[in-house]
């Protein structure tokens, strides 16, 4: 699973779909990305990525989560381009209401969203993505 994951990867870097970690990719990508976006991600992580408002709560189921924000105001951009595929494309353990999309959307989707957030971002929280956030802010 992990050569296949490599493997897709690879490819979508050599087909100049998928920029690397701290690089901007190219506008046709983030436009079809943003298309996406609009249909399968802003119901919960909301226009423009600025996340959902919490709930009270006494409301909230057991194991609820609000979406975070998707832009630079949380810290999506702490995970490198790999990380945030593969949340993407796997979901998340910790809560069921990030789900996979893996079968919905196909890599190069996940390529495009990811472009997409990533247009989200200054210039500079770009170039603090991933491991450097640490040593960069
Ligand atoms: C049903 C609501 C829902 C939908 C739809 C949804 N998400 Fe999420 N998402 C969540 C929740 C809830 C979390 C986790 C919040 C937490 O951990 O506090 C999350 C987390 C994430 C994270 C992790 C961010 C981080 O900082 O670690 C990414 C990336 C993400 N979502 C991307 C997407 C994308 C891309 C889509 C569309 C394909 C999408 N989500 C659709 C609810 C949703």
């Not at 991600?41 to 423009?48: E, L, N, R, T, V």
């Not at 979406?67 to 069921?96: C, F």
Request: with cysteine; net charge positive.
């Amino acid at each position: 699973m992990l050569k296949f994951c490599i493997a897709i990867i690879s490819l979508l870097v050599s087909t100049g779909l998928l920029a690397a970690t701290g690089e901007r990719s190219d506008p046709e990508s983030v436009l079809a990305g943003k298309k996406l976006y609009v249909q399968y991600c802003q119901a919960c992580h909301q226009k423009d990525g600025v996340g959902e408002k919490p709930i009270p709560a006494f409301l909230a189921q057991p194991g609820y989560l609000t979406a975070m924000p998707l832009n630079e105001t949380s810290h999506a951009w702490h995970h490198t381009d790999e990380q945030i595929i593969h949340t993407i494309m796997n979901g998340l353990k910790r809560t069921k209401r990030m789900p996979a999309w893996q079968g919905v959307i196909n890599e190069q989707q996940a390529g495009q969203l990811l472009a997409y957030l990533k247009s989200l971002w200054s210039d500079r929280i770009l170039g603090c993505q991933g491991p450097k956030h640490m040593s960069c802010m």
